[in-house]
């Protein structure tokens, strides 16, 4: 009884402290946490507590406003003090509970939210957490048991997963699914809702650009004066390094789970698939690509003795592994390359379900999911928007559905017999060629990298070479013409221009075996040698449904060119109320040009 009554005695206290009157700081503190100035709230309460270190209440009120800013680890500081001061009081044992659990550090959670149980055995807000935490760790406990035997990969995996561990990495949620050699995925545990941190990894775990470069053999690489022609490099000489040196490695656990080799990489392509590529530009992506790779070995090795024990096909596998799994961070104001292990691990989806950043306030990586995930399904994360091409030669997959973003090569020269050909010759440098790597759209809403990939661009260098006397003047300027930057120009300029893309994208579909419909019946029946082959069919069935569209877009155009206005606009009409591609050329060309003819 007396227990209870000093219980009582000191709840009646704590009240009295945490309802402080509003003109005092404290009060002041907690008005500001209420309206959501969270920010205000903490330096407050932080100025009230030097002025009354022995106040749990402030430390719990502090520890809840550190909770809304996502600042967990200060959240959990100032618990831990409030439960050493109030060891009685159930509260601090809850604030103690979310911060841990918000860490990702579950069983310990549990223990606290138990703590509070025993104090405050009808408090509502400590059942409630206590039953969802103690849920999670047995849906997590029975999850883990299910998926043990899934992965062949299975001792090298715990033994990554014990390293990470170890170190402070947190995944609690998530799983490694193991689906052919090749093919692995990420896969939830239980059910995870929207804003859920699914993943944290510590500065220490991740390989960054700068680690690489204070390494050995980056700094004797730095010490060489050789500049890398690519940044990737750095992290692909350190990972050979490290690969080398086996059990000493820091990062041998990492290393041990990366693929011994990439032969779903077109660039490491035989025959065998070479000749299902026929025709596309993969090939020629993929030639280059390797010709750059060697020329890097090559420069390194020249100029940096120390590198010269690797084989050149050490480097590749190096390069490869980066460049399918790295991450571009900010670190602490610096923009900089990292892997990240665990989450590279994670497949490709166009509507990803994560975010993630380097959260400078808890010093590591973070992931967070962006909606809700079911439990078992994959999670995933996007590579960004790109055509197939740039899956296919970077990443060594395709992407079903990914029209819009696919594209094809358009290589196009100033015809010799050209009226103006001395003129325009010297306003493109002497260099009559050009080479355009498009989308399936007019629209500037595309996926590009270059100048070169966007389909203005092309359009405005078609209409420059089918310019002819006053148009010139049109587009020039005092720089000169700005062969980027052309608008249509004509009727006649632009009926010439969409005869020429057609002719372009006829002789593109040429250069195939296999007309477009052989590819869609193999990709209905989808009866393959494996997925390099479909990828390989994929592919060129991108780049084929590009030329095609381009030759139906002048199909379909020139005849609207011909039109007067009068009989235009109902069919502009349509154009402007239907979104399409081909819509928007309408709408944005041609519509215009018959408008404004005289």
Same mark, same amino acid.
């Given at each position: ?21 509003? =003109? ?91 703590? @509070? ?49 170890? *170190? ?6 998530? #799983? ?5 050699? /090749?093919?692995? @995925? ?31 053999? @980056? ?34 656990? #990492? ?7 990439? @032969? ?7 025959? %065998? ?42 480097? %590749? ?63 995933? =994360?996007?590579? *960004? ?5 740039? #899956? ?12 819009? /973003? ?7 020269? +100033? ?16 260099? &009559? ?85 052989? =590819?869609?019946?193999? +990709? ?54 239907? &979104? ?19």
């Amino acid at each position: 009884m007396a227990k209870k009554r000093d219980r009582r005695k000191k709840a009646k206290e704590a009240k009295a402290k945490q309802n402080a009157p509003p =003109d005092t700081i404290a009060g002041k503190a907690r008005s500001a946490a209420i309206r959501k100035d969270y920010d205000t709230a903490v330096k407050l309460f932080t100025q009230a507590i030097a002025e009354d270190e022995k106040n749990e209440k402030l430390y719990a009120n502090r520890a809840a406003t550190h909770i809304e800013l996502s600042n967990f680890e200060e959240a959990l500081e100032d618990a831990e003090v409030c439960v050493k001061l109030a060891p009685e009081w159930h509260r601090g044992y809850y604030r103690k509970g979310v911060a841990l659990e918000k860490l990702l550090r579950y069983q310990e959670a549990r223990a606290a939210f138990k703590q @509070g149980e025993k104090l405050a055995p009808e408090d509502a807000s400590i059942k409630k957490a206590l039953s969802e935490i103690e849920g999670l760790l047995n849906e997590l406990a029975i999850s883990l048991e299910e998926t043990e035997a899934d992965n062949p990969d299975n001792d090298r995996f715990t033994t990554m997963v014990k390293w990470m561990k170890d *170190g402070g990495c947190k995944f609690p949620k998530l #799983y490694l699914k193991y689906y052919s050699e /090749d093919y692995r @995925g990420v896969h939830t545990l239980c059910k995870i809702p929207a804003n859920d941190c699914v993943l944290y990894v510590p500065l220490k775990y991740l390989m960054t650009n700068e680690v690489a470069m204070e390494s050995e053999i @980056g700094k004797a690489i730095s010490k060489s004066g050789y500049e890398m022609r690519s940044e990737h490099s750095w992290l692909a000489v350190y990972l050979i390094q490290e690969k080398h040196k086996a059990a000493k490695s820091f990062w041998k656990p #990492y290393i041990d789970i990366l693929p011994d080799k990439y @032969g779903n990489m077109p660039m490491l392509f035989g025959d %065998v698939y070479k000749k299902f590529l026929k025709g596309s530009y993969a090939i020629t992506m993929a030639s280059n690509r390797m010709e750059s790779l060697r020329a890097e070995y090559d420069g390194i090795c020249s100029a940096c003795p120390a590198f010269r024990k690797y084989m050149f096909l050490e480097f %590749v596998w190096g390069r490869l592994a980066v460049i399918t799994r790295i991450f571009g961070l900010n670190i602490h104001g610096k923009k900089t390359s990292a892997l990240v292990p665990y989450a590279d691990m994670l497949n490709h989806i166009t509507d990803k379900q994560t975010d993630w950043q380097y959260d400078d306030k808890r010093k590591g990586y973070t992931m967070i999911t962006n909606r809700a995930v079911a439990r078992g399904e994959q999670i995933f =994360d996007s590579y *960004g928007r790109k055509c197939n091409g740039r #899956y296919f030669v970077n990443y060594g997959f395709t992407i079903d559905n990914n029209f819009i /973003d696919n594209d094809a090569v358009f290589r196009v020269a +100033l015809p010799p017999n050209d009226p103006h050909y001395g003129m325009k010759l010297k306003y493109l440098h002497n260099s &009559p060629v050009r080479e355009f790597q498009v989308p399936p759209t007019y629209s500037e809403d595309v996926s590009v990298l270059s100048e070169n990939m966007k389909p203005r661009n092309m359009f405005s260098f078609f209409r420059f070479l089918h310019a002819r006397d006053k148009e010139l003047m049109m587009v020039s300027s005092a720089d000169g013409y700005q062969i980027k930057d052309i608008n249509p120009i004509s009727i006649r300029n632009e009926i010439a221009v969409l005869k020429h893309v057609q002719e372009v994208a006829k002789n593109g579909l040429k250069q195939f075996p296999e007309p477009l419909h052989v =590819d869609h019946k193999l +990709l209905k029946v989808n009866k393959f040698m494996d997925m390099n082959h479909r990828n390989c069919i994929m592919m060129r069935c991108g780049e084929k449904e590009t030329l095609h569209w381009y030759i139906e877009l002048a199909e379909k155009a020139i005849p609207l060119l011909h039109m007067k206005w009068k009989d235009l606009k109902r069919v502009a009409a349509k154009c402007h109320q239907t &979104p399409t591609r081909f819509n928007y050329y309408v709408t944005e060309v041609v519509v215009p040009l018959v408008k404004n003819q005289k």
